[in-house]
């Protein structure tokens, strides 16, 4: 599985961006689904985590509220809608897939199998 992650950009406070994550492989629509993020000189965080039909969502305490993780299977994509965004949401977005299905570890980076390159986002103030 390669997975693929764009919408990354410059935002000011307050604004939004829209991730996608492109996944290839034919079991895409089986795996738990992720976004984490790092920081500079920071340990890769926890964003959000989707399971195999989009009917249950997780997310880090730090975006309750402001983002929202969804997906469509029939495009082997997953996105990451971020809403009133802030300077301390600036990094490195990561996507990630795990493909046991298993969501009692969405929150674990270990966890997941596989991982994209990494978009960057920049919240000015």
């Known amino acids: 599985v390669q997975l693929q992650a764009s919408g990354g950009g410059l935002v000011q406070a307050g604004g939004s961006l829209r991730l996608s994550c492109a996944a290839s492989?034919?079991?895409?629509?089986?795996?738990?689904m992720g976004w984490f993020r790092q920081a500079p000189d920071k340990e890769r965080e926890f964003v959000a985590a989707?399971?195999?039909?989009?009917?249950?969502?997780y997310y880090g305490d730090s975006v309750k509220g402001r983002f929202t993780i969804s997906r469509d299977n029939a495009k082997n994509t997953v996105y990451l809608q971020m809403n009133s965004l802030k300077p301390e949401d600036t990094a490195v977005y990561y996507c990630?897939?795990?493909?046991?299905?298993?969501?009692?570890?969405?929150?674990?980076?270990?966890?997941?199998?596989?991982w994209g390159q990494g978009t960057q986002v920049t919240v000015s103030s």
């Open positions: 990630a897939a795990d493909r046991s299905s298993d969501t009692n570890y969405v929150s674990v980076r270990v966890a997941y199998d596989y």
């Open positions: 989707i399971n195999w039909s989009g009917g249950s969502t």
């Open positions: 492989g034919r079991t895409f629509s089986s795996y738990v």
